[in-house]
Structure formats: C-alpha cells, structure tokens
C-alpha cells in the first residue's frame, strides 16, 4: 500500500477519532458513541468490520447515522493499548469493543463501561470474566476457542504431511495465546509422534530471524499460532513459507487467501458479527454481566490447492471433502 493510500485509509477509520470533539460531542443527544481498540493496524481492520458492522445493523445500528465510533488502532504497539484504553473512558463512550491484548487493556481502564472482547483463549483463564455462563461486571464476549483448536490443526497438518516428525511453532511472547498455545502443542504433539521446536517472534525482523533458524533446522512442518501481530504480518509469512518450501498451517484464513498453504480456525466474521449484536443490544440496555460469553460454533478448514502443487504434496481426497473452501 503506497504512502498516500496508506494516509487516506488511515484517515477513512480514523476520521472519527479526530473529528470526535467537533461532531460527535454535539450530536451524543440523539447518536450513540462506542470505542473501538484494535492492537494492529487499519490495514487489516476491514476484513472484521464487516461482519461487526452487520451485526449492528441487525440490532438498529449504523455508523454515521445513529452510531459514532472513535477508532484506535495500536499499530502493533502493545504499550500504546493502556493509554488508548484509557483515553476511551475519558471521552465517556457507551461501549469499548476490543480484542486480544486490548481487552486486557480495557479491564483494567474500567469497571463501568461495558466492554465486548473476542478472545483467543478461555476468557475466564485470562481474568476477562467470572465464568462464562455468568460474566458478572463489565465485560462479555466470544471465545473463539482458538487454544482448543491447536490439536486439530497438528492433526490435519499431518493428514496432509503425513511423513511429518518435526514441528516448529512460531508464537509471539508479548501475545496473550503463546503460553497456551505451546502448551498445548506439546501435549497434542507428543499424543501423535511429533517434535516440537518453538520459535519466537514480536516484530518483523524476528520473524526473519525465525526463518533463518527454521532455514538452519529443516523441521516438515511450520505451525504459526494465532495472534494480530502475525495477521498483520501475512504477506511476510508466508512468502517466506513458500520460498523456503515449508509447509505451514494458520489459524485464519486470510492466509490462505494471500497463499498460506491451510487454515483451520473460527470463522471470524461470523465472531465478529456475533460481536456486533451484543454491542447493540447493550445500547438497548443489556448488561454484559447478563450476557453469556458466546463459544465459537463457526470454524473453517481452507485449503490453498496451488500452494499445494508448488510445494509438491497431494492433499488426500478426504481432506478435500472436509474443506470449507479449496483455493485453485
């Protein structure tokens, strides 16, 4: 994305951050005004809006008409969240929306305005919530479930590599789903015969590091765990991937769709969307202590076939009847 595009997309969702005091203040009569903290960047912003958006329109809700949202956008820089958070509980807005590191950030700015997450991990594990059933205070969310998918994705990964020994698990440290993830990559690859190497990575550079070391210790497989640094970071991932003629497995599938070779996750529009109606209905007047923390139903097996070629691996007729979406 060139510079000037770059300003302009900034300046579409951020807009509203900067014309806040101007229009939104004067029209918090009749619109309601909610926070938005995303811990990447706009640039990746689209793809969970929209079924955000969708969702609350389905509740009476529409950006611009009866709906201000001031956008704060972390840019990857998770010492920023804490203060953007806090910046949100200044301004007064009904609702802060967030995720990952952001929710964190959130709790702690507040326990009065409500707050609606979407979690990697068991929300009651990080301390978002008291139980799922039963949120109590001020936050409520989806759990995408993403830490219990781990197992799954080593075992499709190993349908479809099936000489398969040797694993590396790309995390990033200062994310909120790598202590589970290893976790649980080491138990779920001890059960089927595998070796597990970690990799580290929280910047761009890193990851060319983790390459170079992935290059040096020739594992079958690449297993890069779910977090919005590595989404913001896609493209990079895997191009690197198929220079290097590895294998990998992702959790999204906006991966696949920039040519990951597979993805196995929660459909995230349809997260977002469930996202979307729970904000609405707590500006109806919903508390989130009353709102269930919503189990992800939705995931998605995404196959990428030419990636497949390129990389010389036959993908097994059953993996291809099992898949949600075959790339050509």
């Known amino acids: 994305m060139s510079g000037m595009r770059r300003r302009e997309f900034v300046s579409l969702f951020g807009g509203a951050a900067v014309a806040w005091p101007l229009t939104v203040r004067a029209q918090q009569a009749t619109m309601s005004v909610i926070g938005f903290i995303d811990p990447t960047s706009p640039d990746t912003a689209p793809h969970r809006l929209a079924g955000f958006r969708q969702g609350l329109k389905e509740t009476g809700y529409v950006e611009g008409e009866n709906l201000a949202i001031v956008y704060r956008f972390a840019e990857n820089q998770v010492e920023r969240l804490p203060e953007q958070a806090a910046d949100l509980v200044r301004r007064q807005v009904a609702v802060i929306v967030t995720f990952a590191n952001g929710s964190l950030a959130a709790k702690a700015a507040t326990t009065t305005i409500p707050i609606v997450f979407i979690s990697g991990e068991d929300p009651v594990k990080l301390g978002l919530v008291a139980s799922l059933a039963r949120p109590g205070g001020n936050l409520t969310g989806i759990n995408l479930l993403s830490a219990e998918l781990v197992a799954k994705r080593l075992e499709l990964v190993r349908e479809l590599v099936p000489g398969a020994t040797r694993v590396s698990v790309l995390v990033n440290p200062t994310g909120p789903s790598s202590e589970t993830t290893l976790r649980d990559a080491l138990s779920a690859a001890r059960a089927i015969g595998l070796e597990i190497q970690v990799l580290n990575a929280s910047t761009s550079r890193e990851i060319s590091a983790a390459f170079t070391t992935l290059v040096r210790e020739r594992p079958n497989v690449l297993f890069v765990d779910i977090d919005p640094f590595f989404t913001t970071r896609r493209m990079q991932l895997v191009h690197l991937a198929s220079h290097h003629r590895t294998p ?81």
């Not at 696949?256 to 007047?285: C, F, P």
Request: aromatic share 8%; glycine share 8%; charged share 20%.
């Open 248 to 328: 990998a497995t992702y959790a999204s599938r906006q991966f696949a769709e920039v040519g990951g070779l597979m993805s196995y996750g929660s459909n995230i529009t349809d997260a977002w969307h469930q996202v979307g109606v729970y904000t609405g209905r707590i500006l109806k007047g919903s508390k989130p202590a009353d709102l269930p923390v919503i189990q992800a139903t939705k995931f998605e097996l995404v196959i990428n076939a030419e990636t497949a070629r390129i990389l010389g691996l036959d993908v097994p007729d059953t993996l291809l009847a099992r898949a949600d979406e075959v790339i050509e």
